[in-house]
């Protein structure tokens, strides 16, 4: 079974512009979410989408969005790039919502450099 | 897609030896605890979990610890190879806080041959 898949593993923006990173499941999984991942602050989350609705949300500002569509792949958005949104940015999918019960699966994340 | 590295504390290992990587968790409501291992381009992969009703749980090769009374999670690699040369996290899970993982911010294990 094919594992979590994120496109583009490799990103390069600059301060201003916006940026679409997306991301397709395990096949069968139902939620997809999302985490940024930085030196200094680590691995933070940031959205949960399960059956085309946010379900969680972190901490980040408006500018940080997402969305889902039927067949679960997930897209996250982030407008007027920042120095500070440079990062690694994983997906992880469950079949259900993540817990206890539904352990997430990630991928091997998309890089963004904001110059 | 490279994992967190520049200011993550290190554990350097021989070849052979065991590993006990810690954790201090924030909130004593959290119910589930998992530890992850993070290679260099790869995302985090699970290890091993622990509910927060045990204090002990083992898997192969690594037994993962948890200490409600002082909020201390561990995990301890048997034997340890090169090829458990990583960056491993704990992370955490509150019911009562939406199921969201929380993640600590990370261990470094490096292997000497």
């Known amino acids: 079974k094919a594992g979590v898949t994120q496109t583009p593993r490799y990103l390069i923006k600059t301060r201003g512009q916006q940026v679409t990173l997306s991301c397709s499941p395990i096949?069968?999984?139902?939620?997809v979410s999302w985490y940024q991942q930085t030196p200094g602050q680590g691995l933070q989350f940031l959205f949960e989408?399960?059956?085309?609705?946010?379900?969680n949300k972190g901490n980040f500002p408006g500018r940080f969005s997402g969305r889902q569509f039927s067949n679960s792949r997930s897209e996250m958005n982030v407008s007027t790039l920042e120095l500070g949104d440079s990062a690694l940015y994983l997906c992880?999918?469950?079949?259900?919502?993540?817990?206890?019960?539904?352990?997430?699966?990630f991928g091997p994340g998309t890089r963004l450099t904001v110059l | 897609g490279e994992s967190v590295g520049l200011h993550l504390p290190t554990l350097s290992v021989q070849e052979g030896d065991n590993s006990i990587i810690n954790c201090a968790y924030s909130n004593s409501a959290s119910d589930y605890f998992i530890w992850y291992k993070q290679e260099s381009g790869k995302g985090p992969q699970f290890i091993i979990d622990i509910r927060s009703n045990m204090d002990k749980r083992q898997g192969q090769r690594v037994t993962v610890l948890l200490n409600k009374t002082v909020k201390h999670l561990s995990l301890q690699i048997a034997a340890t190879q090169p090829g458990d040369s990583a960056v491993y996290f704990c992370?955490?899970?509150?019911?009562?806080?939406?199921?969201?993982?929380?993640f600590g911010g990370g261990t470094r294990l490096m292997v000497k041959p």
């Open positions: 992880a999918s469950s079949l259900g919502l993540a817990g206890v019960e539904n352990e997430q699966f």
């Open positions: 096949s069968g999984h139902r939620s």
């Open positions: 989408y399960f059956s085309e609705t946010q379900r």
């Open positions: 992370a955490e899970i509150t019911n009562n806080a939406g199921n969201m993982l929380t």
